[in-house]
């Protein structure tokens, strides 16, 4: 993927929605990196929802392409950001986040403060994220790694050896909003790397459902398949949730738990005094090697 790809512009969109949070009185991820590593644009879009009115105005907007988007993108960071501090204590040693985009996660969490971790994503994402560091801290931290790579093309178990991450360690990967984005050859390109995985390690990841891509069910979301699917041809892989745990074990993983908007609802936004409704295309894994 080059540089002007249109794959590498869509991490802003999630962490303005994640910025905007924290003006609600009870934000459903504590992140106050969300605004500050943002580029310039998504600063100041992240700092006009101060004012409610400028809030709903965008929630209204993201729900009428995506019914369920706002909650969404909040609920899945939330989801496996505790699957990530629930297993720091059995002995993770790295984490590594794939497709990192502006995810502040090695930032905001103090568990990882020293634990290595390794921000994996595309050249011109790693560019400015490397940016956004430099400006807020005057430096990337010690324990974080920015690590250029595509997907479609790069051999991710070398490039993770070179950088210090091997299958020697339990490593908790995190793939957050990336596998709609890649061609089937390169989502199982990236399992067969985890397939090498030590055993204690942990997948936690989201996926779009395959009968959204196919069209058969749209979910409340015709605009964003119109958009993502038809026009820009962004979304391409899919799976269906009752074949997430046969596609884990062909490469050795075991699927803990699958969630969706019913989790969501009952974990996160109820208990918050939220009203919203995840949307029902996109759903999130955990996965445990043994």
Known sequence: MHVNNP??????GPMIVVAADQYE?????????????????????????????????????TE?????????????????DDQLLATIPQGIEAVVILGAGYDTRAYRLPQLADIPVCEVDLPANVARKSSALQRCFGRTPHNVTLLP??????????????????????????????????????????????????????????????DFLDGRQMYGAQ?????????????????????????????????????????????YLTPNGRTMTASAIERAVYAERR
């Open 223 to 267: 605009k964003a398949y119109d958009d993502f699917v038809v026009k820009q041809r962004l979304w391409k892989f899919g799976m269906d949730p009752r074949g997430v745990s046969a596609f884990l074990a062909e490469y050795g993983w075991h699927e803990r738990e699958q969630v969706g908007p019913e989790e969501y609802a009952a974990r």
């Open 64 to 80: 009428e392409k995506l019914s369920g988007g706002w909650a969404s993108f909040l609920c899945r960071k939330r989801y496996l």
């Open 149 to 210: 790579t595509d997907f479609e093309t790069s051999d991710l178990t070398t490039r993770l050896a070179d950088a210090g991450f091997t299958h020697r360690q339990r490593i908790f990967y995190i793939w957050e909003a990336v596998t709609q984005y890649l061609s089937e050859a390169a989502v199982r390109s990236t399992m067969e790397h985890l397939a090498g995985a030590a055993p204690g390690s942990a997948l936690g990841f989201t996926y779009v459902r395959q």
């Open 25 to 61: 009185p009870a934000p459903l991820v504590h992140d106050p990196w969300a605004h500050r590593l943002l580029p310039w644009s998504g600063r100041i879009a992240a700092g006009a929802t101060r004012w409610p009115a400028v809030r709903r105005y965008l929630m209204k907007a």
């Open 7 to 12: 794959a590498a512009q869509t991490a802003l």
